[in-house]
């Protein structure tokens, strides 16, 4: 059977459908499985050598896994011109050639915020920052590819990529001398942060200023410097929603200098195809991957599992929706 996705999903699925004795071969459009556990986190917030000796078990024991390659003709945006996979290969060419097909290809595009400005040169998506910086760093792609993160920088959002987006120049010596100052920017406060404010009290202790309740509203050039106007924002109790809603202050906009501008507002799911193909149908407001209770997709023998199906989680969430699409393959198969 055929996993396309190399992530937190697809690798839980290999592992127990190995361990039941089916062939199973990984596609993936990076160069090293791992998917963001490799190229998207913080090297101390995912230490890289327990994933890399994952990995190798699963390749002596048998599953094969054909990189640099790229699955259907959905476009990735900037993420396609960072990895640059060498081959693609038509999805339903797979899912012919396979008796099961499992897709896990996860969130690999970044929300816009749609703010004024958002197209300069120098406001760039965390996501697809943390990914160019890993793939230089370990040696896949060079330097080139990675924006010019320097001087006083603005990290946009209160989540985990916000976080690594964050850290990262704080703490990678690639940049330690290139950034004088980290300020992260925040629309609600720690205590709603998806984060966690502990993690934000990290944040503060490695040298990065937190701004709550805060969120830019247009970024602009304005006699040589970059400019980033910034409202403040008071919250308000919805009823029916979980977290108070974040709502601005009028006459509160302020503006400041930044070097450079980092969005971490939120990843979209990525299915190898946009609209609807090979018999597979998508939710039409998150544009995430429909299934039912075992996994599978609308196409019989085709499942998908983790974040394209739900939307950006944790990586626990993530593993146990890969295992439960396994064993739910391993009973498809079974009754075949």
Not at 31 to 53: A, N
Not at 86 to 115: C, P, Q, Y
Not at 182 to 209: D, W
């Amino acid at each position: 059977m055929a996993i396309i996705g190399a992530g937190t999903a697809g690798l839980g699925a290999a592992g127990v459908l190995r361990c039941k004795g089916y062939q199973v071969t990984v596609y993936d459009m990076l160069p090293e499985p791992g998917g963001m556990l490799i190229f998207g986190i913080h090297v101390d917030r995912i230490p890289k050598g327990p994933v890399r000796e994952g990995v190798k078990e699963l390749m002596d024991a048998g599953i094969e896994f054909v990189l640099n390659t790229k699955v259907g003709n959905r476009g990735l945006e900037k993420m396609d011109e960072l990895v640059k996979p060498k081959n693609v290969v038509d999805l339903e060419d797979i899912i012919r050639s396979h008796d099961a097909v499992l897709i896990a290809t996860g969130t690999w595009t970044s929300n816009k915020s749609n703010v004024p400005g958002e197209d300069l040169p120098w406001v760039y998506p965390a996501m697809e920052f943390l990914v160019a910086t890993h793939l230089a760093k370990f040696g896949y792609r060079p330097w080139e590819i990675v924006p010019d993160v320097k001087g006083d920088l603005l990290v946009v959002g209160g989540g985990y990529t916000a976080e690594d987006a964050a850290y990262v120049p704080r703490t990678y010596p690639e940049y330690k001398e290139r950034v004088r100052k980290v300020v992260l920017s925040y629309r609600r406060t720690r205590n709603e942060a998806p984060m966690g404010p502990m993690e934000m009290t990290n944040l503060e202790a490695s040298g990065v200023e937190i701004w709550e309740l805060t969120v830019p509203i247009a970024y602009r050039e304005e006699a040589g410097r970059r400019v980033a106007r910034i409202i403040r924002n008071r919250l308000v109790q919805v009823p029916g929603e979980k977290r108070p809603r974040p709502e601005p202050i009028p006459g509160s906009e302020f503006d400041s200098y930044f070097d450079f501008v980092l969005e971490a507002i939120g990843e979209r799911a990525t299915p190898p195809f946009e609209g609807e193909c090979c018999g597979i149908k998508l939710d039409p407001k998150w544009g995430t991957i429909v299934v039912d209770k075992d996994h599978m997709t609308t196409r019989k023998g085709v499942f998908a599992a983790g974040d394209v199906v739900h939307g950006p989680s944790q990586l626990g969430p993530a593993l146990k929706s890969g295992m439960d699409a396994a064993n739910a393959i391993i009973r498809y198969l079974s009754s075949r």
